[in-house]
């Protein structure tokens, strides 16, 4: 089901329509998911994202990822489990029909890697990536989100020590078994950490945003992470950018569309 509720980067005060530097050239139309956090135990959601990939996705030129597709991802080395393969293979045939997959690491599976990559017939993205659609389509600035919440100082400790090459080198380094089981148990600890913070402690900083959009142009911005999906309008130095936070799936698909002038959010229903 489509919202009525869209929006036209170029209208929204972003970049002209052209080249922008570094940028990663892209497909329309495009779509837009992150926070699946897609596991054995959440049948339903994983039921629609295969339905997601077999339908609406199958008409895409391009198809961005932007973290938490996963509830955790311990390492490449893991890409044997059959759930694994399963969700890579998924992907893998959607690249192969000429889609064009993006994955941007999120919280949840930042360790995903190249091999990874490889599986899913995906291409790896940085946090964050501007993308350009052509000389007819504005660009838009793509992010997981979770740098953006700033305010939350135990976690953005957290944010730096996992993101540090020699931590992940080291964690990498011991046995699987004991990655997945440290994991786990990180889980849990985040889950009671959430219970005692303030809601808006773990949302976006304004200020962060407000940097983010100047040092890129003044684009439109798409992220998740924040499990807050809205559409919201900054000003930022006499310039209004306009700001995506894509949804989280529980047992329902729901992305965001780009045809290369208007940004519109669906929602595919549930199982």
Avoid at 34 to 55: C, N, Q, R
Avoid at 214 to 231: E, K, N
């Amino acid at each position: 089901m489509s919202d009525p509720v869209s929006d036209s980067p170029r209208a929204a005060g972003g970049p002209a329509a052209g080249f922008v530097p570094d940028a990663v050239s892209a497909a329309l139309p495009a779509l837009f998911i992150s926070d699946l956090h897609l596991s054995e135990d959440s049948p339903a959601t994983v039921a629609a994202f295969i339905d997601f990939l077999k339908g609406p996705a199958r008409d895409a030129g391009s198809l961005f990822i932007l973290g938490d597709l996963l509830e955790y991802w311990a390492g490449d080395d893991d890409l044997g489990a059959p759930f694994n393969r399963r969700i890579c293979a998924a992907l893998s045939e959607l690249a192969e029909r000429g889609v064009l997959v993006f994955f941007m690491t999120g919280n949840r599976d930042l360790l995903a890697g190249e091999d990874f990559a490889l599986a899913a017939g995906a291409r790896l993205l940085a946090d964050p990536t501007p993308v350009s659609f052509g000389s007819d389509a504005a660009p838009l600035l793509l992010s997981h989100g979770d740098a953006l919440c700033t305010d939350d100082l135990a976690y953005q400790a957290y944010r730096r020590q996992v993101r540090d090459p020699a931590w992940q080198a080291g964690f990498l380094a011991q046995p699987l078994a004991a990655r997945k089981a440290f994991i786990e148990s990180l889980r849990l600890k985040s889950e009671a950490a959430k219970q005692e913070k303030a809601m808006d402690i773990m949302d976006v900083n304004a200020a962060a945003v407000a940097e983010l959009l100047r040092s890129h142009g003044y684009p439109t911005l798409i992220h998740g992470h924040t499990h807050r999906p809205a559409r919201h309008e900054h000003l930022v130095e006499g310039r209004r950018c306009v700001r995506w936070v894509l949804a989280d799936w529980k047992g329902s698909a729901t992305w965001l569309s780009y045809d290369g002038i208007r940004l519109v959010p669906h929602d595919g229903g549930g199982h």
